[in-house]
């Protein structure tokens, strides 16, 4: 069981803001920085956020990351159709003592 | 460009060895360190473990007592050995590449940034 917990799901229209949570402890996300990956159907995850807000080289600048005491967020603006995948953040775990993922948010574009 | 290719047998019986190696090319193996994660079938993202050059390990506890992670740095290439697999133990494991460090202040960075395909294990008799 995840020490991290997301929505499960989350949608939103072409172009419309989606913004998805996760929340932590103080062993983890209070503790240690956040990354964000992102599963499209069928392909390994692909880093998208890491150190809490940056983004590696390629990434567009729609895909941005937030984080505030034990929670972090991943906001989507500029939602588009390829942009429909899982989502799962993950943080270096203290008290566990290893990298933990989130439950996972899976994005739908209506 | 770096690149990760995982490969091993596709069916291991329960109670046996899963071993799994993943090939690293277009990188040096002695820098960063590697990384394994699995993902059982429908269900979320588990870390398994790391590696680095030097032979530093560390493991998910849930698994410590049955996870071994190698390196051959002459090969450039690292592996997995799960020992007394069970059904459970099905999933599509990865292996990756990672950036991990301590701050001064003990807040510590990991995030994996070049992921291999996967493969898909299957344990059953």
């Known amino acids: 069981q995840s020490v991290l917990t997301q929505p499960p799901s989350a949608s939103g229209t072409p172009g419309q803001r989606v913004t998805i949570s996760c929340s932590g402890s103080?062993?983890?996300?209070?503790?240690?920085?956040v990354s964000w990956y992102q599963q499209l159907p069928g392909t390994a995850p692909k880093l998208l956020i890491y150190n809490d807000n940056q983004r590696p080289s390629g990434v567009p600048d729609r895909f941005s990351g937030s984080k505030s005491g034990t929670s972090a967020s991943l906001a989507i603006s500029g939602l588009q159709s390829e942009d429909a995948a899982d989502f799962y953040c993950?943080?270096?775990?203290?008290?566990?003592?290893?990298?933990?993922f989130g439950t996972g948010t899976k994005v739908t574009v209506l | 460009q770096v690149h990760l290719q995982e490969s091993g047998p596709g069916l291991v019986k329960p109670s046996e060895t899963l071993s799994l190696t993943c090939a690293v090319s277009g990188d040096s193996i002695r820098t960063y360190y590697w990384s394994w994660i699995r993902q059982s079938p429908g269900r979320g993202l588990e870390w398994i473990g790391y590696?680095?050059?030097?032979?530093?390990?560390n493991y998910n506890p849930s698994l410590k007592s049955r996870v071994t992670i190698s390196i051959d740095t002459s090969k450039n290439q690292f592996s997995l050995k799960l020992t007394s697999v069970t059904a459970a133990d099905t999933a599509v494991y990865y292996c990756?590449?990672?950036?991990?460090?301590?701050?001064?202040?003990?807040?510590?960075?990991?995030?994996?940034?070049?992921w291999g395909k996967g493969t898909t294990v299957t344990v059953s008799s």
């Open positions: 103080s062993s983890n996300i209070g503790s240690n920085t």
């Open positions: 990756a590449r990672a950036v991990h460090s301590v701050d001064t202040d003990l807040t510590v960075y990991y995030h994996m940034g070049v």
């Open positions: 993950a943080a270096w775990d203290d008290s566990l003592r290893g990298y933990v």
């Open positions: 590696i680095f050059y030097s032979g530093t390990t």
